[in-house]
């Protein structure tokens, strides 16, 4: 069993150009994404799959100067960058971790690598999304290669280009219920009534906006209710 970190990022987003290196609590949005993925135990290693494009040559001086792998790909196809990621490196597993995701929850993936450690056969695992309670950008998944290969297989038979550089449960998933699909409780974690904050980046005012909660509680926040505290108390951005 080989599992890595896979962080998947890119200079030329369309919203926001320049999203995953812009400084985010004075460090590159990517570097922060990077040291949250290295409080993790029972990884093999950390990744980063971009493109070849000279754009994303921060992307790599970055990686660099944290000491993780990058590896360089097409970049409008980001089924293939992800399986030539996976060859590259031997990868049997994964923990997939967005780019735009900095805040992604600790907790919530150690659990994902434990269950993966102790149950490596599962194609998947994944947590439910409670009803009311979709936090986007603090959830992560496990996936094993098997699964990542059906994806693109199926994916082939889709025939559809705009559909390569978003791949993930585009054109196959697992039913639910699927033996190789196991889903874990976490609502220890994040309750169905917890406030629901979109914390992932797309936007430069998202950015911004999370800049002002660092500022506010002075550090890096590693939970969601340090975020959801700041939300409550800042009364003017």
Known sequence: MKLFALI????SSERFPNKVISMLGGKPMLEQIILRCKKLKGLDGIVVST??????NVIQNICEDNNVECYRGEIHNLASRHLETWN??????ALTVAGDSPFFSIIMAQRLINEIRANPEYWRISMPIPWGTAISGIYTNCIKKDYMEKQIEAL???NDPKKMEEYYWVCYNLPVGDHRWKII?????????TTTIKIDIDYPLEMAIMNKVIDYLGYFPEHYSDIERA????TEI
Do not use: V, W
């Open 231 to 234: 939300y409550k108390e800042i």
């Open 8 to 11: 998947t990022a890119r200079c």
């Open 51 to 56: 493109s070849y494009l000279t754009s994303d």
């Open 185 to 193: 409780n976490f609502q220890d974690i994040i309750s169905p009534s």
């Open 156 to 158: 082939k038979k889709c």
């Open 88 to 93: 590259e490196y031997g990868m049997t597993h």
